[in-house]
């Protein structure tokens, strides 16, 4: 109660505040970061299409704020989307989307690497070859042992915890791991070779074709041994990028200047339009917004756009609203059905669930269409590589679910007047609460009782709906939540949460996805080399796990993003589903 | 003491709570991994952080570090820090007290600005409210200082900067924090909002036990006495009366300031002010036990100074106590 009460006066008092903001002047945003001039009209919506604002003038410095922190910005040590779009400026990995709108940048480009892997040894084996000419920030020349270092040092989760494994669970590393507890093995190690300088040679346990999206990840930026400072090379990353760090007072500011040794003539993809780039960590995020609408600050650093108060003001005021984009999302929100807990083992009395289920309401929960997202047929989401659309449930022609069928599937689930379980959510998030509250007044329609119970977010996955004997001790038969991808394609969303073989005693994000055919299927996606076949494989994943009913989708989700006037070359990365950082510049 | 049954309380809410609640080492290190960590990566940081021990243990590790410091293997190589080392955060892998020492310059300079603002407004709004008892004057600073007692920070905090900086401009981005040392004029300008804030909350405390404590002195025996030796008013009104009165009130300061300096929590939140109080928030929403308890020592001290500092006045301001 307290809780609610708090919240409430804060949202009250930033409503407030954005009111007050909003008046006089005509509007704060029709001023141009506070010069008084008019601002250009714009368009709700442009940036997720087309370059906002194209300009090649030079100069000024790129303001940029976050409510939180980055995990890091070490490359070898960062997961969060935000953290991969930023660590562009200073790094650069074997390959990367490329930094254009629409679905083309989807596609994956060389950057370190002069192009994508050449895959050899049936998919284990993928070799790399190094733009020439490329050099650290201090002159120093990049070669394939530099990169071949960042990899191996990525490994040791001790040190560095926070970054993907995927290095650590395919990589043929044998007992390998990492340079700081094994400092004499690092040329033994079988993982990568380095046969010369311009050359980096990746080895598998197994095969993977879509090896080239590992390759972007930022732990193959190069690192030189020399300068490498463990758990302290966050401090200063030593640049390969465009530009470099000159100063980073640890949770509070970073300040990027331009790398003198950064050649344009080796980067086809970036551009040194900005003399510096400052963020500013730790801050208050409704005060953020307020200075984001004003021009104070050019970009704001997060996954989902402008906060729930300023989304108000975004969607209700056309002057603000021209200069926002409600950018799709690697996200879909959705219920788990748990198996484990009975009646919800079978088959029919789960996908009496997925028909009776109100998928409108729920959009609404998580803010409508613009800020929340589109009503989802099935869980992949429809802006990633190789979707193709199946909608098992009708839910296009009723979004608000199909009372009829649902009562027929309880039949022949032999629970004709219903059953009973419990629906867990993050006590934490309002839009889950609700989203729980729904379900149970639409799953009430056919006679299905949730017992609604919220646990902090914290130890959702480690305590309680991620521990498969808590959850099933408990009759968490509906679990709340959401996932989104690591990288646009199939096995970067659907490996982790549909792959049996993944769950483990605790800390799962598979909430009881257990269908031996669906991990038949992962193989032969992931070992598949021939791109549109292993996307049709993903797609048949998406299929059959729609028909199992172990998950009920209901949102796929969106970002609701607001570019002040004066910011130039904007437009919303389709990968990273937020503004694309690298062509930012305010002049 | 008071530092030791401090560090002694929050080592135990956070060990024992949850424990009781069923968690278990490889739980508690769970939540200082990476996303993507598995069942032997959790185990592994479980061993390294020490969880499997007996909490005396862990609590003996944790004082050693502050009178011998502490090793600690950061990649390359290991690294002492030396004593007094409140060790590393959990979730940066930072060590606390150069992350503390890094914060305290913007907390003093907020808590000590604020101080100087609510003691002169809310002293002499007391005194002045008390020598025109029943005045519209009295009334209307009693009513605002009743309002700046009942208003949250972050409602003031978040109208005053939709109102000051961005409607009016009269102030700077108080988010750019920029140190007195570099530049004390754009420091103060981006500092007087959240002082002003921050002290129309306690100016208003100020005022009204003033207040009080002046209409209680100035009807005492010895100040008609004054009075009818001649005494001029303003001599009798600052000398006799102010002079009785302002023991409460610092004995208020003490505890306020105190407080304060071991993090303005709403006040930095609000204002972005990466100050102890924003350290504490972030602390706490990460369950990092040692910035925790890095936090929780610091504001100890700091109240535990104030105090004594206070009691040291006490000697200055009433004649009646004497030091020895």
Redesign the interface.
């Known amino acids: 109660m307290k809780i609610r009460s708090t919240a409430s006066a804060v949202a009250i008092t930033a409503a407030l505040a954005l009111v007050v903001s909003a008046c006089g002047g005509g509007g704060s945003a029709k001023k141009t970061g506070g010069s008084g001039a008019e601002a250009p009209a714009s368009q709700y919506n442009a940036g997720v299409t087309q370059v906002v604002n194209p300009s090649d003038k030079t100069g000024g410095t790129l303001h940029m704020g976050m409510p939180g922190d980055f995990d890091s910005v070490d490359p070898g040590d960062q997961y969060y989307g935000y953290a991969w779009n930023f660590s562009r400026l200073y790094t650069r990995a074997l390959t990367m989307f490329k930094p254009v709108p629409g679905k083309e940048g989807l596609e994956l480009v060389g950057d370190l690497a002069e192009g994508l892997g050449k895959a050899s040894d049936g998919g284990k084996t993928w070799t790399y070859t190094l733009r020439k000419g490329i050099k650290f920030e201090d002159g120093t020349p990049v070669t394939s042992k530099d990169v071949k270092y960042a990899v191996a040092r990525s490994l040791d989760k001790e040190i560095l915890p926070s970054g993907p494994t995927y290095f650590n669970d395919w990589l043929d590393n044998g007992d390998y791991t990492g340079p700081y507890k094994m400092k004499d093995k690092l040329d033994s190690w079988k993982g990568i070779d380095t046969p010369d300088d311009q050359t980096v040679v990746f080895h598998l346990k197994k095969a993977y074709g879509g090896f080239d999206y590992f390759a972007m990840l930022p732990s193959t930026a190069p690192v030189p041994a020399a300068k490498d400072t463990g758990t302290k090379y966050k401090e200063h990353p030593v640049a390969t990028g465009p530009y470099m760090f000159k100063a980073h007072e640890l949770g509070k500011r970073i300040e990027l200047v331009k790398n003198p040794n950064w050649d344009a003539a080796t980067d086809p993809n970036r551009k040194q339009l900005n003399d510096s780039v400052e963020v500013l960590l730790g801050q208050n995020e409704d005060d953020l917004d307020q200075r984001l609408l004003s021009g104070k600050i050019d970009v704001k650093i997060n996954s989902t756009g402008v906060g729930a108060n300023a989304r108000k003001t975004v969607l209700t005021d056309d002057k603000v609203k021209q200069y926002a984009d409600s950018a799709p999302l690697d996200r879909t929100w959705f219920t788990n059905l748990n198996a484990d807990v009975p009646p919800l083992d079978n088959v029919h009395c789960r996908k009496a669930v997925l028909y009776a289920a109100d998928r409108s309401a729920i959009q609404g929960a998580y803010g409508g269409p613009d800020a929340g997202g589109e009503v989802a047929l099935s869980l992949m989401p429809s802006k990633m590589t190789g979707y193709e659309k199946n909608d098992l449930y009708g839910v296009e022609a009723n979004p608000g679910g199909d009372v009829n069928k649902a009562k027929e599937e309880l039949k022949a689930c032999g629970q004709p007047n219903g059953f009973s379980t419990t629906i867990s959510f993050r006590v934490e998030r309002a839009a889950e609460k609700q989203t729980a509250e729904s379900l149970q007044q639409s799953l009430g329609r056919v006679g299905i009782k949730l017992e609604v119970k919220g646990f902090p977010q914290g130890d959702y996955f480690k305590l309680y709906a991620g521990k498969p004997d808590f959850a099933k001790k408990n009759g968490l038969g509906l679990m709340v939540y959401g996932w989104g991808a690591d990288y646009p394609e199939g096995f970067g969303f659907f490996q982790q949460i549909v792959d049996s073989r993944v769950i483990r005693a605790a800390g799962n994000t598979n909430l009881g996805v257990k269908d031996p055919e669906i991990d038949k299927l992962v193989d032969q996606a992931a070992a598949e080399q021939d791109a549109t076949k292993r996307n049709s494989i993903w797609a048949s994943v998406d299929k059959k796990v729609m028909d199992d009913a172990f998950i009920l989708p209901y949102v796929w989700a969106h970002g609701l993003f607001y570019r002040p006037p004066t910011l130039k070359n904007a437009f919303i990365s389709q990968n990273f589903g937020m503004y694309e950082f690298l062509t930012l510049s305010t002049q | 003491m008071l530092l030791f049954v401090v560090s002694i309380a929050t080592f135990a809410i956070f060990f024992l709570v949850p424990r009781l609640a069923g968690?278990s080492a490889?739980?508690l290190a769970?939540?200082?991994?990476?996303?993507?960590?598995?069942?032997q990566?959790?185990h592994?940081?479980a061993i390294?952080l020490g969880f499997n021990d007996p909490l005396v243990v862990q609590y003996g590790r944790f004082v050693k570090g502050i009178f011998v410091g502490v090793d600690r293997?950061?990649?390359?190589?290991i690294e002492h820090c030396p004593a007094p080392c409140l060790g590393y955060s959990y979730v940066?892998?930072?060590p606390v007290l150069p992350?503390l020492l890094?914060r305290l310059p913007i907390t003093l300079s907020l808590a000590l600005g604020a101080a100087v603002v609510w003691v002169v407004f809310g002293v002499s709004t007391g005194v002045l409210s008390a020598l025109r008892r029943g005045s519209f004057f009295d009334r209307l600073s009693m009513g605002v200082a009743l309002a700046g007692v009942s208003l949250?920070i972050?409602?003031t905090g978040?109208?005053s900067?939709?109102?000051f900086r961005?409607?009016l401009?009269l102030v700077g981005?108080v988010?750019?924090?920029v140190p007195f040392s570099e530049d004390p004029l754009t420091w103060a300008n981006n500092l007087i909002l959240p002082w002003v804030t921050l002290a129309f909350l306690y100016a208003a405390g100020y005022a009204r036990l003033t207040r009080a404590g002046m209409l209680e002195t100035m009807s005492e025996d010895y100040i008609r006495t004054a009075r009818a030796k001649g005494l001029p008013e303003r001599m009798v009104v600052v000398k006799h009366g102010l002079r009785a009165t302002l023991t409460p009130v610092m004995t208020m300061f003490g505890l306020d300031l105190g407080l304060l300096l071991g993090g303005a929590v709403l006040t930095e939140?609000?204002?972005?002010l990466?100050g102890i109080g924003?350290?504490a928030v972030?602390a706490i929403n990460n369950?990092d036990l040692p910035q925790v308890m890095g936090v929780t020592l610091t504001a100890a001290v700091f109240i535990i100074l104030a105090n004594l500092i206070v009691d040291l006045l006490y000697a200055v301001v009433d004649p009646r106590v004497r030091l020895t």
Do not use: H
Request: glycine share 8%.
């Open positions: 968690m490889d739980d769970s939540r200082y991994v990476g996303k993507a960590a598995n069942d990566m959790i592994e940081a390294r293997n950061y990649g390359p190589g940066t892998q930072n992350d890094d949250p972050f409602f978040i109208v900067l939709a109102i961005d409607q401009g981005d988010a750019d924090w939140s609000t204002f972005s990466p924003k350290y972030d369950n």
